[in-house]
């Protein structure tokens, strides 16, 4: 996995999540922090930043409004307020912000999209 911080080459760095991994959140903030490769998460999540990957969550996943990710999302719940531009598939409820973007597909057994939410592609629900 490859990190960059304020527009330098990425490095190869292990990223650990610390603290109580029931209670995780993966917080990704300002600064230009950009995470390269695929996420894999067993808690549930808080997406900030920039993921140019697939994130593939065994719990609820929420990327943030200041968030974008390049690659699919995925969790038990997925709430969108910023950006995923590569789909979004739960095992149950997908939603959609008055902010969100989704381009590509969304799969869920429910999903709410917001109005002023922008949604481009497929959509299966059931």
């Not at 603290?19 to 695929?38: S, Y």
């Not at 409004?65 to 531009?85: I, L, M, P, Q, Y």
Request: aromatic share 4%.
């Amino acid at each position: 996995m490859g990190i960059e911080r304020g527009g330098r080459f990425p490095q190869n760095h292990s990223v650990q999540a610390s603290g109580n991994p029931e209670n995780l959140e993966v917080a990704l903030k300002g600064g230009g922090l950009q995470i390269w490769g695929e996420i894999k998460l067993r808690a549930d999540a808080v997406l900030r930043g920039t993921v140019r990957g697939s994130v593939d969550g065994a719990e609820k996943v929420i990327v943030a409004k200041e968030a974008v990710v390049s690659g699919t999302v995925r969790g038990s719940d997925v709430r969108v307020e910023g950006e995923v531009a590569g789909g979004v598939t739960a095992s149950g409820r997908v939603w959609i912000g008055a902010q969100g973007k989704v381009r590509v597909r969304v799969s869920g057994k429910a999903v709410r999209i917001e109005p002023g939410a922008e949604f481009q592609g497929q959509l299966e629900v059931g």
